[in-house]
Nanobody
């Protein structure tokens, strides 16, 4: 089972930026698509972004499109989420996740397509 460890969360003012990282264990990182999800207090977890195993296919939720950028470094077994122009409504615990099946990126917004999750990192945006 792969282990995923997120970092980079924190408290930031509206309009600010944060960069989240998700480090994965194991040797097969480069064959799996990865995703970022978030869960705000009192709300269900929602899709934020996803990236294919090679990094050439990207997906974003409409709410973050144009502000967030997902990327990955397969040599470092790490996926990133650069978050700019943060808004108070971006406040949530952010989770990275690995796809259940290698070499596929279809239906990236469906949580059940991911079977490995990190512990989450808190992002708080003050107004």
């Amino acid at each position: 089972q792969v282990q995923l460890v997120e970092s980079g969360g924190g408290l930031v003012q509206a309009g600010g930026s944060l960069r989240l990282s998700c480090a994965a264990s194991g040797r097969t990182f480069s064959t799996y698509a990865m995703g970022w999800f978030r869960q705000a207090p009192g709300k269900e977890r929602e899709f934020v972004s996803a990236i294919s195993w090679s990094g050439d296919i990207l997906y974003y939720a409409d709410s973050v499109k144009g502000r967030f950028t997902i990327s990955r470094d397969n040599a470092k077994n790490t996926v990133y989420l650069q978050m700019n122009s943060l808004k108070p409504e971006d406040t949530a615990v952010y989770y990275c996740a690995r796809r259940r099946t290698p070499s596929t990126v279809i239906r990236p917004t469906t949580e059940t397509n991911y079977d490995s999750w990190g512990q989450g990192t808190q992002v708080t945006v003050s107004s």
